[in-house]
């Protein structure tokens, strides 16, 4: 089947400028988390969606970071007035979370460059 | 929040040699303690875990073990093979299910 879908796989923006990173978990999942993986680093935690509870945002670096899930499947992770240091491959993953050992599916993440 | 450090960065072995990986947590509640694999290039993928009530996991040359009062636990890599050479990620969970990860250690295992 399909699994976690992240589009685009490349972004170049200008400072300032906001972007939308979409991701499509995979179906019947209820779990979504973000991570932000800088050049060479580890997997940052962003935030984290669990069915239909209020989403966990404590690892949003700054304000200039939202994310949204539509209706349990799609979200959006939207940055805005990107800065430089905001470049670094953002993975979105989801889980299926009826064990305690239910695996993480990552997507190909997508690689934000901001010039 | 949970916080996990992960121990090496870098980490080189030669080819059928063990490699030996360390992460500790700092929020006694974490109960789920996964470890991911990541090849150049690719997304991570699980390639084992473990749960607090066990203390040790093996599946083939992989072993994970965790010491709960410590708050540690630890990959094992046995007769290691050039295509264990990835980033390997340690992570912890609570009830929650929120995910954090380590830092990662690059394995280089040489030929």
């Known amino acids: 089947g399909a699994g976690v879908s992240q589009s685009p796989s490349n972004k170049v923006t200008e400072k300032g400028k906001d972007v939308e990173l979409r991701c499509d978990p995979i179906?019947?999942?209820?779990?979504l988390y973000w991570y932000r993986q800088s050049l060479g680093q580890g997997l940052e935690f962003l935030i984290y969606f669990q069915g239909n509870s209020a989403p966990d945002k404590s690892g949003l670096p700054s304000d200039r970071f939202s994310a949204e899930r539509t209706g349990g499947s799609v979200s959006t992770l939207t940055i805005q007035r990107t800065q430089q240091e905001d470049s670094a491959v953002y993975l979105c993953?989801?889980?299926?979370?009826?064990?305690?050992?239910?695996?993480?599916?990552f997507g190909n993440g997508t690689r934000l460059t901001v010039t | 929040g949970e916080n996990v450090e992960q121990h090496p960065s870098t980490l080189s072995v030669q080819e059928g040699d063990s490699a030996v990986i360390k992460c500790t947590y700092s929020?006694?509640?974490?109960?789920?303690f996964p470890w991911y694999k990541q090849e150049l290039g690719k997304r991570p993928q699980l390639i084992i875990d473990?749960?607090?009530?066990?203390g040790e996991k093996k599946d083939q040359r992989i072993a994970v073990t965790l010491n709960k009062t410590a708050k540690h636990f630890s990959l094992h890599i046995t007769e290691t093979q050039p295509e264990d050479s990835a980033v390997y990620f340690c992570a912890a969970a609570d009830s929650s299910y929120k995910l954090i990860f380590g830092s990662g250690t690059r394995l280089l295992v040489r030929p």
């Open positions: 473990i749960r607090s009530n066990v």
């Open positions: 179906s019947g999942h209820t779990a």
């Open positions: 929020d006694s509640a974490s109960n789920y």
């Open positions: 993953a989801s889980s299926i979370l009826q064990s305690p050992s239910s695996p993480l599916h």
